[in-house]
């Protein structure tokens, strides 16, 4: 369960947090193995790798919806000064308008009926636990129904969408997309890269010169052309298709610092983390775009695998609803 659960929580968490959750299991009891522990702390299912993969897919499905994202709030408390001596001021606060405020708060997170009645149970009559996966009804939120209005400090995108105002950090965005490009083109067989009509020269230490082995593999097969060019030099011939020259060059450079310690070729989650901290040469917080760049950076994040958070955990998305617009400008 825990490995379920961790799974389904992949890069949509920060490195070294941990989520916690209530799950409620209904199956037959003689798929248990209760005699296990001698104080019944402890029970095995009889098909543990199905229940694990199954609970991984229900998750998952629930964290792809609109109720996933982040919501911003606004807790609105009375303060009220008593005195005209600045050191003896009170703070007072309106009990009523606190109460009032967590109703609404309470209301607005509440699990719609819909979804409490949505029960997600593994079939008793099944072999194993995969078939419960097309019971997963919710529905996954359509990033590509997002209407793109502007951008804010050149940092965060604003869209709307029905009565939900939304914030998209646009590096996070980037960077998500970035890298299931680059894990998509890693493990693809056909590479789609274009020649460069000047190459470039990287620089590189002796110590990576000494471990290129086991680096420069997983860079051909990112759909980089890269080759020695004297001592510790290498030049650069071809590139990945959705890469800029700019783009290339941070990546390789960033790529050669996180690969220093050197890796075996066959070591995917090593390669998947230097991959993932080499994202540095995503698009930036203060990058100016215009409205059709990011309107291309919205449908690009619409096709990503998970959307919600960039590869190291943060979100990409934070919503606030019209009610709580509302309340702030005190029309309810």
């Not at 000064?81 to 050191?87: I, T, V």
């Not at 790529?255 to 230097?274: C, F, H, Q, T, V």
């Not at 991959?275 to 698009?283: D, E, G, L, P, Y």
Request: aromatic share 8%; hydrophobic share 35%.
């Amino acid at each position: 369960i825990d490995n379920a659960l961790a799974e389904a929580y992949k890069e949509k968490i920060a490195e070294g947090r941990y989520p916690a959750a209530f799950i409620f299991l209904e199956t037959d009891p003689r798929r248990l193995d209760v005699n296990i522990h001698p104080n019944k702390k402890e029970i095995r299912f009889d098909d543990e790798q199905g229940l694990t993969r199954q609970l991984s897919q229900v998750i998952s499905a629930h964290l792809r919806t609109p109720e996933a994202i982040p919501l911003i709030r606004k807790t609105l408390v009375g303060i009220d000064s008593r005195s005209e001596d600045q050191s003896s001021r009170q703070i007072v606060v309106d009990i009523n308008k606190l109460f009032e405020t967590k109703r609404l708060e309470k209301s607005e997170t509440a699990i719609s009926q819909e979804h409490r009645e949505t029960i997600h149970r593994v079939s008793e009559t099944s072999s194993d636990y995969g078939e419960a996966a097309d019971e997963i009804t919710e529905q996954p939120f359509k990033i590509g129904n997002l209407k793109v209005t502007g951008s804010l400090f050149n940092t965060y995108i604003t869209a709307v969408e029905s009565d939900y105002f939304y914030l998209i950090d646009q590096h996070a965005a980037h960077e998500r997309i970035f890298y299931e490009k680059l894990i998509h083109e890693y493990g693809s067989s056909l590479k789609h890269s274009q020649k460069l009509l000047s190459p470039y020269i990287v620089e590189a230490t002796y110590g990576d010169k000494a471990n290129e082995p086991s680096w420069i593999g997983p860079l051909l097969d990112i759909g980089f052309e890269i080759e020695p060019f004297g001592m510790k030099s290498y030049i650069v011939k071809s590139v990945p298709l959705f890469m800029t020259l700019q783009e290339s060059r941070e990546f390789v450079s960033d790529y050669l610092d996180n690969a220093a310690e050197g890796m075996a070729p066959d070591d995917s989650k090593r390669i998947d983390k230097i991959i993932m901290n080499a994202c540095k040469s995503a698009v930036k917080a203060h990058d100016a775009l215009d409205l059709k760049e990011m309107k291309q950076l919205v449908k690009d994040l619409s096709e990503a695998g998970q959307p919600y958070t960039c590869p190291h955990g943060r979100p990409v998305f934070l919503r606030l609803s019209r009610h709580e617009i509302e309340k702030m400008f005190k029309r309810l």
